[in-house]
């Protein structure tokens, strides 16, 4: 049988209980006010550029925290544009280093006193050392993109970056120190690997114009896609490696005189950081 003090009592602790509630819930809510939610990364939309297929365009990332690595201060946003302006172009070339195509592109590239960026499968980086040795001494810039080629869009943070760190550490054991400011992801298929290549020290880069050499097409029809496609601040993409390379060395021989004698200069991608 409950007493009438027995109930009061009762009531009181209750009491006391909702009355530490209340007070730890009011110490508790000023912590998290006025903070915005975390940007969830991931398949959204924003780390595109232009991939293979056609159907990746242009895309932006709106971080703008820099990261300090190996490769200097980078941000997660995927650059598609030259550092200088006006009437400036970057010629990029994806897949290598090729034992055939790549010395014979450096040779271009020489004889036309034009400086590229060179974007290293890792496994051909161990392949081919002495050439990626070429590259580098040449002036060329270096850029990571990845060990085996692989489709990164849905790889976890610490898979990602287990593979740059690989692709890195190829490089460097070609070429000693390289600094490597880039990084582009296969088939522009960014995922979330614009926040851990910009933690790395490498700027993500894009394209803004894809002439789509890994199906070639004749030097002729790369030639009048360069020259149409071509526009201020581009950044192109193209391919030295990964099959029969012959026909981009030949449109890019071509291309560069008459880019040239028209008021175009080359120019390195941008950067942020």
Known sequence: MTTTSGRSRTRGRVLVSLLTIGFALCAVAPAHAGQTPARHHGHDGHHRGHGHDGHHGPGHHDAHHGHHGPGGPATAEIVDSTQRGGKAVALTF???????????????LREHRVKAVFCLWGEHVRQHPEIVRRIAAAGHTLCNHTMRHDDMSTW?????RADLRATNDAIRDAVPHARIP????????????????AELGMQPLGWSLAVEDWVPPGTDELVR????????RSVVLLHDGGGDRSQTVAAVDRIIPGLRADGWHFARPARRG
Do not use: K
């Open 225 to 232: 896609r360069l020259e149409e496609g071509i526009t201020p």
């Open 182 to 197: 880039y990084f582009r992801a296969p088939y522009g298929a960014w995922g979330q690997t614009p926040e851990v290549s």
């Open 156 to 160: 976890s943070p610490a898979d990602i």
């Open 94 to 108: 994806d897949d290598g280093p090729d034992p055939d195509d790549t010395p014979r592109l450096l040779g271009v």
